[in-house]
């Protein structure tokens, strides 16, 4: 029988206070711990449940003093309608083609990740991530996940361009979306919404109730969207519940 570590065994640490980048003038912290790598999916799969997410072998959560804006949230598959809007969306993208591939980092993902960061995120934490710290990303990991590759149809001189990625964890009971970045130039796609919806739909294929969306953060332009993906369960002190529309 496989011996779990208690979550009470794991060890917590706070990072020093920085300015927060969802809200301006606020300032942000965390907790977080090293995820084990004997059992590292169990132990982020009990943590995502109490609103942790996963980066690379750490697990973190904001610890803000005077301030719980982030809030951890999830789509309840089974309850999950499409609205018309998101229909059009799927409808957008019915031709493109959904790869499940193994957690290794390729050059042309980085590529369209730099590309992604440099027109969505100008001057953020992750622009400067070189070779090596993608690499770590995608594969420095202790849980179970995979990259899902979304791609333009292919030509006759070969497959067709990589046009979003997202980094998934595959809980006990859901699809944890870790990270997603794609081609800022393929604007009428919308091809950030586009991944979520593929990613209910995959849940709903494979019988798991939740896709983990991390931190929704109310009042803030980068977060904003996540309020129109409806039911949506949030996490509150006494627990999940699902947020009133």
């Not at 060890?11 to 809200?23: D, E, K, Q, V």
């Not at 934490?125 to 333009?152: C, F, K, N, P, Q």
């Not at 006759?156 to 046009?163: A, E, F, W």
């Not at 970045?181 to 919806?197: C, E, H, K, N, W």
């Amino acid at each position: 029988m496989t011996q779990h570590l208690p979550l009470r065994q794991l060890r917590f640490f706070m990072t020093a206070i920085a300015p927060c980048p969802y809200l301006p003038g606020m300032t942000e912290r965390k907790v977080f711990a090293n995820l084990p790598f004997s059992d590292g999916a169990h132990v982020n799969d009990e943590l995502t449940h109490a609103g942790f997410r996963r980066s690379q072998n750490i697990a973190y959560r904001p610890a803000c003093e005077g301030c719980d804006a982030c809030v951890s949230m999830r789509l309840p598959v089974p309850e999950f309608v499409f609205s018309r809007s998101q229909r059009r969306v799927l409808a957008r993208n019915a031709d493109l083609s959904r790869d499940l591939v193994e957690a290794e980092a390729t050059t042309e993902q980085f590529d369209l990740l730099k590309r992604y960061l440099i027109a969505r995120h100008p001057g953020g934490g992750m622009t400067d991530m070189s070779w090596a710290d993608y690499v770590a990303m995608v594969e420095d990991t202790s849980v179970r996940t995979h990259l899902i590759e979304y791609r333009l149809p292919s030509t006759d001189s070969g497959p067709g361009d990589l046009v979003a990625v997202t980094l998934t964890d595959l809980l006990s009971d859901g699809l944890s979306m870790v990270y997603s970045y794609f081609d800022p130039t393929i604007v009428q796609r919308s091809l950030g919404v586009f991944a979520i919806l593929d990613h209910v739909r995959q849940a709903a294929t494979v019988g798991l109730p939740f896709v983990y969306l991390g931190y929704w953060v109310q009042g803030s332009r980068k977060m904003d969207y996540k309020a129109s993906f409806r039911p949506m369960d949030v996490l509150r002190p006494m627990g999940w519940t699902r947020l009133a529309t």
